[in-house]
């Protein structure tokens, strides 16, 4: 039983390239996530998505992108990378019921230079 | 808007100490509750939720009673052990359950 799988789980970037961080689930569930996790801020939420084809923007989307064209995959994109969005990357899934947990993958740790 | 304030670690104990993680939380409504731990190179797992006022949510010897007078939802254990020693962060959902609000996270460190 698979989860929650993120790739890659490090990646560095020069400032202005551009990258997808992929995400994948096998549970079916309807609601999928990004967040960042930066030091003395905890996690917070980028993008999030209700179901395949619904995405909508979470407190700090600015300079990424997403899509769900499939129940499973949640891609990440960043168009023009900066160092300011050096940071761990979390996708997270669940059913959309109201108390449903989270389920996270294991991260992807970004640097941009 | 929501928001999680937790108390700032790193926090050392000695195996088999007492452990409160204070946690007190900003929202309208009636906010869902939950604390994650998250072990070294790994993703945030769910430790325990409460969903109303009065309910207490347990595992793995963890507690937390959700406290609306006080707006708080602080972590105990009676007896840390090493195996403990992870980040744990206090998290709420509002009125969309799933939009989690975070704390800032707090280390716990138990030395044997």
């Known amino acids: 039983n698979a989860g929650v799988t993120q790739t890659p789980k490090f990646q560095v970037l020069k400032t202005g390239q551009s990258m997808t961080l992929q995400c994948a689930q096998d549970?079916?569930?309807?609601?999928m996530s990004w967040y960042r996790q930066d030091p003395g801020m905890g996690l917070r939420l980028i993008h999030y998505?209700?179901?395949?084809?619904?995405?909508d923007q979470g407190e700090v989307p600015n300079g990424y992108n997403v899509s769900r064209s499939t129940t499973e995959d949640f891609p990440l994109r960043l168009l023009s990378a900066a160092p300011s969005q050096t940071s761990v990357y979390f996708c997270?899934?669940?059913?959309?019921?109201?108390?449903?947990?989270?389920?996270f993958g294991n991260g992807t740790r970004l640097t941009v230079t | 808007g929501n928001s999680v304030t937790q108390m700032e670690g790193p926090v050392t104990l000695s195996e088999e100490a007492f452990l409160t993680i204070n946690c007190t939380y900003t929202?309208?409504?009636?906010?869902?509750l939950f604390w994650y731990v998250q072990y070294p190179g790994e993703g945030l797992q769910l430790l325990l939720k409460?969903?109303?006022?009065?309910d207490k949510g347990s595992n793995k010897g963890f507690e937390a009673t959700y406290r609306k007078e006080t707006t708080s939802f602080h972590l105990e254990k009676g007896s840390v052990q090493v195996s403990d020693s992870a980040v744990y962060f206090c998290?709420?959902?509002?009125?969309?359950?799933?939009?989690?609000?975070f704390g800032a996270g707090t280390i716990l460190r138990v030395k044997s």
């Open positions: 549970m079916n569930h309807e609601y």
């Open positions: 929202a309208t409504g009636y906010p869902s």
């Open positions: 998290a709420l959902s509002g009125r969309y359950g799933n939009k989690l609000v």
């Open positions: 409460a969903t109303k006022a009065d």
């Open positions: 997270a899934s669940s059913y959309s019921t109201l108390g449903s947990p989270l389920h």
């Open positions: 998505s209700v179901g395949a084809g619904i995405t």
